[in-house]
């Protein structure tokens, strides 16, 4: 959960499905003006999530989908330093 003072509807509101381990997709069925502000508070926010807007019927539904970007970068950063530590420990 983001550590954010501002928004606190829409995180009460992303709550359930963040904290589901099931769920990858939250699908948003709202006006514009609410899911702009939902998309900007994900956009403000440090959370590995995206969105795109789906303009099939009305109100278009703003799709939200969890990612794992801070996970792969992790990863890479991880495999990296692996890589590094193996290349001097031979180099001894």
Known sequence: ???TKTDKEIW???TPFLE???TIVFEYKKGEAYRSLMQVAI???SIDLKTETIKKGSPHVLK???TQTT???ALKHW???VT???SLTVNN
């Open 79 to 81: 495999q990296e330093d």
């Open 1 to 3: 959960m983001p550590n």
């Open 64 to 66: 939200i989908t969890k």
């Open 71 to 73: 996970y792969e970068l």
């Open 43 to 45: 956009r403000n926010a």
């Open 20 to 22: 589901s381990p099931d």
């Open 84 to 86: 590094l530590l193996e």
């Open 12 to 14: 009460s509101l992303l």
